[in-house]
């Protein structure tokens, strides 16, 4: 159960697109389509942005998209917004019912 | 109003034990598996231990298997965490959260978190 590897930080500027990268090996990224993305601001509980790899729960903007290769996911989020400045969080189904995550990922907001 | 509420956090000496619980609202409790996330302080989250519906099923991250059990009662909407053999990198804000469904690993609706710190 090692964790997925983001980087620790991100950045961009308003209206610009950032992308967010996790990877994972074949035991989990790389072996289904259950990566989920989270945000979460200083002081508060994540709030799931993406699930199934590319899906919105209802409510988040479609600013946010999510996309997979091989072992490795990404979130992009377009249009950046001075709001989306949060700590971003991959997870990944990784067998047996077990769930795991990565790092997480500063984005400023310039 | 979906919602999840925390409770049973605190301070506690190595070696100790601690029940958390989570209280649920909103939604069909007995139909969604649920879970529980912790995060230390100024550390990203880490899944801890998750619950099918009906609760004949569950799972146990490596670093607390054998030390916590996950429990629920659906008749009061209620999940709970029993923690024992408490070690100071057991620190955490502990989150309760509900699947998406059993199988996606997502989670879609969390508490509010509760704190505990293992300290002496």
């Known amino acids: 159960q090692s964790a997925l590897t983001q980087p620790p930080s991100a950045s961009g500027s308003p209206g610009q697109s950032v992308t967010i990268s996790c990877t994972g090996t074949?035991?989990?990224?790389?072996?289904?389509?259950?990566v989920s993305w989270y945000q979460q601001h200083p002081g508060k509980a994540p709030k799931l942005m993406i699930y199934?790899?590319?899906k919105r729960p209802s409510g988040v903007p479609d600013r946010f998209s999510g996309s997979k290769s091989g072992n490795t996911a990404s979130l992009t989020v377009s249009g950046l917004q001075a709001e989306d400045e949060a700590d971003y969080y991959c997870s990944s189904y990784a067998g047996s019912n077990s769930v795991v995550f990565g790092g997480g990922t500063r984005l400023t907001v310039l | 109003e979906v919602q999840l509420l925390e409770s049973g956090g605190g301070l506690v000496q190595p070696g100790g034990s601690l029940r958390l619980s989570c209280a649920a609202s909103g939604f069909t409790f007995k139909s969604y598996a649920m879970t529980w996330v912790r995060q230390a302080p100024g550390k990203g989250l880490e899944w801890v231990s998750g619950i099918s519906g009906g609760g004949t099923r569950t799972q146990y991250a490596d670093s607390v298997k054998g030390r916590f059990t996950i429990s629920r009662d659906n008749s009061k909407n209620t999940q709970y965490l029993q923690m024992n053999s408490l070690r100071a990198e057991d620190t955490a804000v502990y989150y309760c959260a509900k699947y998406l469904k059993w199988e996606s690993g997502a989670f879609d609706i969390w508490g509010q978190g509760t704190m505990v710190t293992v300290s002496s």
């Open positions: 074949s035991s989990d990224v790389g072996s289904n389509n259950f």
């Open positions: 199934e790899v590319n």
